[in-house]
């Protein structure tokens, strides 16, 4: 009872309006089966529709149950800190929180959807044969004449009769799925199996610049990985390409405009409270937003201090994911005993361990495969045994595969390198050549029926990269006419904020983390 009256005090500094259900103020979207986008052992995620604002655009509701919080205090303060982050670390590239409601048993945590529309059907076909059968393009112009006489006969839509026929098309092909306009990166790969360079690079540089907003309020995350980044196409166009003599299709030209979000900041570790936004507006927001890469500016020395606040000593308990943890994090792990000891890392290298988690991404990304694996049949006899065969593997580097390119590896070998102080921060990171000459949020390439894919000059755009938002909308949260969250925030957020971490102390040793997932 102690506990659920601290987690309540906490979520009312966080201005959580108390509701009966969340269906007071949300629905789910289409309904509550077809609307569930996953679920975990704190709860259930869905996709909603607001009841009072028809022109918000749909939304994520995050549906936690209250006894799975309250088992111990380091729970509560995994859900303040994400709380915190989503809350006031306003950003293109960080998902960000709109609305927050609890009831006796829930706490429901409102969040922007990142999905993108879904494309024409011509563009559908285009891209499911581009990637999975390119031999198959030239019977694009067929296959749609049928739908469109389909349509005609049973007095439909072309959208409805793709959606009847795509399922069939993608076994055909030998696709898991259509690469979705959707959800996060390890889907996203999944189903590409392998991200081209010229996409690779947008999602990189846009993870990397969250990450660099992060680190300049003195946040790191702890646990990036495929899994918490999410990637939405803001929009996918085709332009098909025929002989002229003949009229027919011989490639396909691609326009994807990409939108990234990094989620789950549940592990957020807080190197100085004094430097956290108190407000929705850090200042450090107009310098991310602003270019950073411009080719005037000076690239750093060296990568080597990367501007964290300097070398003092950070005790760290160790968490994240282990297949996605760096040299530094494992090792921290063992000297200290697999378990719940602390080891002491710097606020110069501990950011870098967020900038290892991007190559591990990138890897992955190049490569269609995770940079660790263990056998699947390795059954080890201790945590502390697993912890030391992937301390091996980390040491002797990732395998790359053939299909990776000479420009995106020499970027992930950077990025991965086992030395954090000779590891680039997120900004120096930036100034890669792989990523150096990605401006833009969008990606145009060509894809013939060889399958060759060959990247396209994109049209001239002077907008800034980092002030492409993605954020959808700026429609106001349940008639809120400044766009706030219902309730807004206590002006005592930031004290709450503090006396969890302070607090927190008593919970370090208290309950048992879940296996890729420590406490702070």
Known sequence: MELLLRLNACLKKFGA????DITEKYTYYPDAV?????????????????????????????????????????????????LAVSRLMQHPYLNRQVGLYQNPQFVFVILELCEGPKPDPLTRLAHLFAHFKPSRLPEVDSIMHTWADLATREGSTVEIIADRYFPALVVEVGAKNEVPTGGDLFTYIDTF??????????????????????????????????????????ERKVELVRDPATGTITAARFKEQLACRLIDFGLVKYLDLNQFPTSPSPGTFERATADPYASDAAPPAAFGAGGFGGFGAVAVTPCGTDLYCSLEVVQ???????????????????PKMDVYGVGCMMFCMSNGRPPFRLPATYRPPSREERMRKLEDLIARGPQFSQRCSPEARAAIETL???????????????????????????????????????PLASPADTTSPCTNSPSGSDVPVDGDEDGEVEGGVDVDIMEGVRGIVEGRAEA?????????????
Not at 333 to 350: F, M, N, P, Q, Y
Not at 508 to 516: F, I, L, N, S, V
């Open 332 to 350: 921290g792990i063992l000297a200290g005993g697999v378990g719940r000891s602390k080891w002491t890392s710097t606020r110069t290298s501990l």
């Open 17 to 20: 309006v108390d509701v009966g």
């Open 34 to 82: 077809r609307g569930k986008l996953g679920s975990g052992s704190y709860g259930a995620a869905y996709r909603v529709k607001s009841v009072s604002n028809p022109d918000e655009p749909l939304r994520v509701a995050k549906v936690i149950r209250k006894d799975r919080i309250t088992v111990n205090p380091t729970q509560i303060y995994h859900m303040c800190a994400e």
């Open 193 to 234: 199996r392998r991200v081209p360079d010229v996409l690779h690079r947008i999602i990189a540089r846009q993870a990397l610049v969250a990450l660099m907003h992060m680190h300049e309020c003195n946040v790191v995350h702890r646990d990036v990985k495929t899994e918490n980044l999410i990637v939405s196409t803001v």
């Open 416 to 454: 991965m390198i086992n030395d954090a102080n000779a590891r680039p921060s997120a900004a120096q990171a930036l100034t890669m050549p792989f990523l150096v000459t990605c401006r833009g949020d969008t990606g145009y390439y060509e894809v013939n029926v060889a399958g060759t894919l060959t």
């Open 508 to 520: 370090d040793g208290k309950g048992a983390a879940a296996p890729d997932r420590g406490a702070e």
